[in-house]
């Protein structure tokens, strides 16, 4: 049974919404290592362990299209706030759709001249942004149909692909907005690109959990009210409930589950529902003393498995950053993080128009 490690002081809003950035890009990035590798080879070129730290890798790190669109979908957020600070009331989905486009412009793919074309921003000229790391089919061929997908008029309507869940949880950054907005902004924005009620969902599921997070909630706690919440809307997705509470079940139990029950219980991560649960299971079943050494144990359980290595690690460390803060994100780790400045930057943006 996981217990969380305790800060003598509780982190900072500024300090939470960098760590889980931060966090998500780390867990992303050594998940990306080994996103299409089984778990026996994994432990075939890792050892028994797996990949435990980016000083196991062979050359550089990457983080992939999960910290991308995470970005994006925060350049978007920014978009929207600085209009409203303006005193301009703005569509936050539509400046989020503008947002992914512009991130599809950097991923080679041709877009549908219906498709707006939308004014440069700060982030679309970091380079590092411009590599294509594996996108998701439906992120990609959503956004090229140059049409604003929306509840009512999804594109693609039978996808719950985890591009919705991996790029939401700066919807749980925003301060001083309710539980029904986080929701609607989450959920919305997921059938952008993935019309499954279970992808629109997820991304709300997890949006709240950060969102809970940032409010001082314990983890646990925070993924129970969460899953409570969307359990009560009048949208269904029966497989999210079920996989969300068997990982908090199973994460209850004196004995961790390893790689293959992990994924036979809760999945691979490849669809929405899955990469959630599996993300939250790593949280909840490590444990430490120390918050670095429970991150470390978290993304360990995260990504090793044969599986979406890099979109479940991405979601445990964006839970465990919002809810330690900076503190729990290794040293060394973050040294090897492909460009911090980039993801530092775009934290700093959100600040800018949330905090002052």
């Known amino acids: 049974m996981s217990v969380e490690a305790s800060s003598p002081v509780a982190p900072s809003f ?78 936050e989905i539509a400046c989020l759709w503008l947002a992914y486009l512009r991130w599809l412009g950097t991923q080679d793919v041709a877009v549908s001249a219906s498709a707006p074309v939308p004014q440069p921003r700060w982030i679309d000229g970091q380079a590092v942004l411009r590599h294509r790391r594996a996108p998701g089919n439906a992120c990609l061929s959503g956004l090229a149909t140059g049409e604003m997908g929306t509840v009512a008029r999804p594109v693609n309507p039978d996808s719950k692909g985890c591009g919705t869940v991996m790029r939401s949880a700066p919807f749980g950054l925003i301060p001083h907005i309710s539980r029904e907005a986080v929701y609607k902004l989450s959920s919305d924005a997921a059938s952008l690109t993935h019309g499954h009620p279970s992808a629109r969902l997820s991304a709300a599921a997890f949006s709240l959990l950060i969102h809970n997070l940032v409010a001082g909630s314990d983890i646990r706690s925070a993924a129970t009210d969460a899953l409570a919440y969307v359990n009560n809307v009048p949208t269904k997705a029966a497989e999210l409930a079920e996989r969300l ?31 959630l649960a599996v993300g939250l299971y790593a949280v909840l079943s490590t444990s430490a003393t120390e918050p670095t050494e429970h991150f470390r144990r978290a993304i360990a359980v995260a990504i090793n498995h044969s599986g979406d290595s890099d979109s479940t690690g991405s979601i445990a460390g964006n839970i465990l950053g919002a809810y330690y803060g900076e503190e729990c994100l290794p040293a060394d780790w973050l040294e090897a993080l492909e460009a911090p400045e980039v993801i530092r930057g775009m934290a700093d943006s959100l600040l800018a128009v949330t905090t002052g």
Do not use: C, K
């Open 245 to 275: 509470e068997a990982a908090l079940q199973l994460s209850a139990q004196p004995t961790m589950l390893g790689p293959e029950e992990m994924t036979a219980a809760l999945g691979e991560g490849w669809v929405a529902e899955e990469a």
């Open 14 to 91: 500024e300090s939470r919404v960098r760590g889980s950035l931060l966090g998500g890009a780390l867990g992303d990035s050594l998940g990306y290592a080994v996103e299409f590798d089984s778990i026996a080879a994994i432990r075939a070129h890792y050892g028994s362990a797996g990949l435990t730290s980016f000083g196991q890798l062979d050359g550089e790190s990457h983080f992939s299209d999960d910290t991308q669109m995470t970005l994006y979908t925060v350049d978007g957020l920014v978009e929207a706030l600085e209009w409203a600070n303006d005193g301009v009331a703005a569509d």
